[in-house]
């Protein structure tokens, strides 16, 4: 069998009911979310090893809202950033854009990579 095969996706039915998620909860800071094709394409690639899940995300844009939504809802415009969950191993840059009823978090990417470098500031969640 190939790892193709073993391999389940996250489906784009799944990943607009975790982009509605984190609409409703991250908008009571003035943040809406968006995923690039991009995004979308690395969600769903075999180099992360074990696939990331949409309960994943969920948790992710969870504890990211809970432990660090103010700190990200005070990046000005067109600053980017890296939400990263140390149990999971997740990385998820993104840029932050002026909108007209507040900012949009566009994420860029997403892997599952343990020793994830960046300059860009991190918004570090684990367990």
């Known amino acids: 069998m190939l790892l193709k095969e073993l391999f389940e996706e996250v489906s784009p039915t ?6 509605k998620f984190a609409d409703k909860l991250w908008k009571k800071l003035g943040i809406e979310i968006h995923f690039t094709r991009h995004f979308i394409d690395r969600l769903n690639d075999e180099r992360n090893g074990k696939p990331i899940s949409s ?6 844009f969870k504890k990211e809202y809970s432990e660090n ?4 809802s005070e990046l000005e415009g067109n600053k980017e950033a ?6 999971t191993e997740i990385n998820l840059p993104f840029v932050m854009k002026d909108a007209k009823d507040g900012e949009v ?4 990417t997403i892997m599952r990579k343990r020793d994830f ?5 991190a918004f570090t969640i684990d367990k």
Do not use: P, Y
Request: hydrophobic share 45%.
């Open 55 to 60: 309960a994943e995300l969920i948790r992710l």
């Open 14 to 19: 799944q990943l607009h009911d975790v982009e």
């Open 117 to 121: 470098k960046s300059d860009d500031k």
């Open 105 to 108: 978090m566009v994420a860029k």
């Open 82 to 87: 890296i939400l990263k969950d140390l149990f």
């Open 69 to 72: 939504g103010s700190g990200i």
